[in-house]
Structures are given as structure tokens and as C-alpha cells.
């Protein structure tokens, strides 16, 4: 089984719509990510969290929300979904440490927000 | 300016040659340095670190400029396996350790 899993894998929504992403993993991580990609922009941190009582903003945070619910489970909320929160949408986990630890993806979910 | 730059590419590469590229970084308080490999449609995954010294992995060599603010990686002995896109990742402690991620190098090698 996949240590990071994410769902759904596919989402089509429209304008409007209030939507969740869901990842979980089962590597004991404490530390969670949320990240989108978009065609050559790289990936931008949306939501991170370092343990579950810890949320912070990333660099694109406007319009999205999130919840970690338990060390496990890191979630993405799209209060009311526009078309340009179309991407593709990584959840991650990485160890506390010193810094520069690696970071594990899930697989991603596609959004194409209509 | 973007913090990490990366040429996007396609490199297009014959089977067995060699392919180097660059990503560079702007902010000096850069301290630790990585090269992810996205396959289409799928995660990045960690393909190596990169060290002040420089270090090699098998076909791979990456080695860190930190005067001229980049990193390199080279890739010996292509093959078609190793097409994919190369992501330049940097992380800055004092900016709370998060990775910020280059927009990738697509790397085409072909028979």
C-alpha cells in the first residue's frame, strides 16, 4: 500500500461548488504539506502543517482552507471553487528535522474547476 | 524573479549521451539543495541531495556553486528511462523550512 494516499485522484467541479481533497499516510510523519502545480510554475505550497495542532499559510493560501484532523490526515477544503484553482494538487509528508528533510508525495489529485 | 529557475526544456537527448543542466537560486540564505524527478502525470519523488562538495549517484553527478548561486546535475549514460522532468528544489531554514521548487527541466532521451 502507498504511504501517502490521496482522494479522490480525479475531481471535476463547478464555479461555486465547496469541495474537499483528503490525504492520508501511514509513514508516522509529523509534518504535512499541501502543494498545487501548474504547467511551468513548479510546485507552490498552499497549507503546512508541522504537527496537528499547527497550521500555516503558504505562499497561495487565498481561497483554500484546511484541517488536520490527525497526525495522519491533512486536508484541503476549496470553500467556493473558481476556475483558476484548476491544477494538479499534491499532499506530502516529511520528518521533523534539522531542515532539508525529504519530502514523500501522494500520487495527486487533478481539478478542473469549471 | 523567480526564487529557483530552471530552463524547461525538452532537452532531447540520444540514448548514452551525456546531458547537464542548471537551476539557479536567489536568495544567498539557501542552505540545503535537492533534485526531485517527476515522471508524467505522477508525484516527484526524491532523486538526490546535493552537497557543497558535490556528490554522484550511480549515472548522476550534482555538485552546488554556491558564489554563483547554482546547482547542476549531469547525467552519464542516458537512458530512456531517465526521461522525465528534474525538479530543482532549495530550502531556506530561516524562511521556516520549506522547499520551494524550480518549475522543473523536462528531459526527452530517445533511441
Known amino acids: 500500500d502507498a504511504d501517502v494516499t490521496q482522494t479522490p485522484r480525479n475531481r471535476i467541479t463547478k464555479t461555486g461548488k465547496r469541495i474537499m481533497l483528503e490525504c492520508s499516510q501511514t509513514?508516522?510523519?509529523?509534518?504535512m504539506y499541501w502543494y498545487r502545480q501548474d504547467p511551468g510554475l513548479g510546485l507552490r505550497l498552499i497549507y503546512y502543517?508541522?504537527?496537528?495542532?499547527?497550521?500555516n499559510k503558504g505562499e497561495i493560501s487565498d481561497g483554500y482552507s484546511v484541517s488536520r484532523q490527525a497526525q495522519a490526515k491533512f486536508s484541503l477544503s476549496l470553500e467556493s471553487a473558481i476556475p483558476n484553482q484548476t491544477a494538479l494538487y499534491f499532499c506530502?509528508?516529511?520528518?521533523?528535522?534539522?531542515?532539508?528533510?525529504?519530502?514523500?508525495f501522494g500520487p495527486g489529485t487533478r481539478l478542473l474547476v469549471l | 524573479r523567480k526564487e529557483v529557475e530552471q530552463d524547461p526544456g525538452p532537452f532531447n537527448v540520444p540514448e548514452g549521451a551525456t546531458v547537464a543542466f542548471n537551476c539557479t537560486y536567489s536568495?544567498?540564505?539557501?542552505?540545503?539543495f535537492f533534485w526531485y524527478r517527476q515522471d508524467c502525470r505522477k508525484e516527484p519523488k526524491l532523486l538526490m541531495s546535493?552537497?557543497?562538495s558535490g556528490n554522484e549517484d550511480g549515472r548522476f553527478t550534482a555538485q552546488l556553486n554556491r558564489a554563483s548561486q547554482y546547482i547542476s546535475l549531469l547525467i552519464r549514460d542516458s537512458k530512456l528511462s531517465d526521461s522525465a522532468t528534474y525538479l530543482c528544489?532549495?530550502?531556506?531554514?530561516?524562511?521556516?523550512?520549506?522547499?520551494?521548487f524550480g518549475g522543473g527541466t523536462r528531459v526527452l532521451v530517445k533511441p
Open positions: 506530502a509528508t516529511s520528518e521533523t528535522g534539522t531542515g532539508g528533510e525529504t519530502q514523500y
Open positions: 509513514k508516522g510523519h509529523d509534518r
Open positions: 502543517s508541522f504537527d496537528v495542532k499547527d497550521i
Open positions: 536568495n544567498s540564505a539557501s542552505q540545503s
Open positions: 546535493v552537497y557543497s
Open positions: 528544489v532549495v530550502n531556506i531554514l530561516a524562511a521556516g523550512n520549506k522547499l520551494t
